[in-house]
């Protein structure tokens, strides 16, 4: 059984300083200019189905220089998911967004429902998560805080924690629910042909609804056989080939 156990943690520790090693090679010959060659490192560490935030940023500048919007700005996208507030990854995607051809405008949403995202999008919904067993923990230092207090001042502090922090921790573990329902619910998708016709009906022959470039994003909303049906952030409808996009989930 304990040489089990090692075998696999052996196993698991070789992948890490593996991919580690292929990483730092992809930074290689991005800092001496050979970006195709820094793409095929740092796609091949995402084909052995690992991921992170340096990664997709790194990849995403490498496909900027080379000045192919789309996958530069997917992987901008792919790094966002992952750290929503990054300032350096927003700067770039604004970037590289600048390149895109298409000009959708963003009808803003109203209502309840978008105060409240305004508001959880701060954070992923696994930061909302381990916000919520952070306060599962300061409620319990604050129990033993109380118990174990002897004076009068003190325990009044802790006793008002206990009531505080409760509606915290019930605040954070809905803001997660939220998020991750959010995120489920929405498909974003980016354009990768460079210039494509999205079409009022999933066939061949049906009329053109409008046509769509290379980096813009899309949210799909159903599919059917090769086609799906995308809405932009105008609220425009259509059905798409399946091969000019990419979704990001």
């Not at 991005?30 to 490192?41: D, L």
């Not at 992987?75 to 992952?82: G, H, T, V």
């Not at 051809?101 to 919904?125: L, M, R, Y």
Request: charged letters at 25%; proline letters at 2%; glycine letters at 4%.
């Amino acid at each position: 059984m304990m040489k089990r156990v090692l075998y696999i943690t052996l196993f698991f520790l070789t992948q890490l300083i593996g991919a580690q090693s292929v990483f730092d090679k992809g930074n290689e010959h991005y800092r001496n200019g050979n970006y195709n060659e820094a793409i095929a490192a740092y796609e091949s560490i995402i084909k052995g189905k690992k991921e992170s935030c340096d990664l997709y940023f790194n990849l995403a500048n490498a496909y900027y220089k080379l000045d192919q919007v789309g996958p530069a700005i997917y992987y901008y996208e792919k790094a966002l998911q992952i750290s929503p507030n990054d300032k350096d990854i927003q700067n770039n995607l604004k970037f590289a967004k600048s390149k895109t051809i298409d000009d959708i405008k963003e009808i803003p949403k109203v209502g309840f429902e978008k105060f409240i995202q305004n508001i959880t999008s701060s954070f992923h919904s696994d930061t909302w998560a381990k916000i919520a067993v952070g306060f599962s923990v300061l409620f319990l230092l604050f129990f033993i805080g109380y118990y174990f207090s002897e004076t009068t001042l003190s325990k009044r502090i802790y006793f008002i924690g206990l009531f505080i922090v409760p509606f915290l921790l019930l605040l954070s573990v809905l803001a997660a629910w939220f998020e991750e329902s959010q995120d489920q619910k929405e498909r974003p998708a980016i354009v990768f042909a460079e210039k494509t016709t999205v079409l009022n009906e999933p066939r061949n022959n049906a009329t053109e609804a409008f046509i769509l470039h290379e980096g813009t994003k899309v949210f799909v909303l159903e599919s059917l056989d090769q086609w799906k049906k995308i809405q932009l952030t105008d609220e425009s409808e259509g059905w798409i080939l399946s091969e000019a996009i990419k979704e990001l989930k």
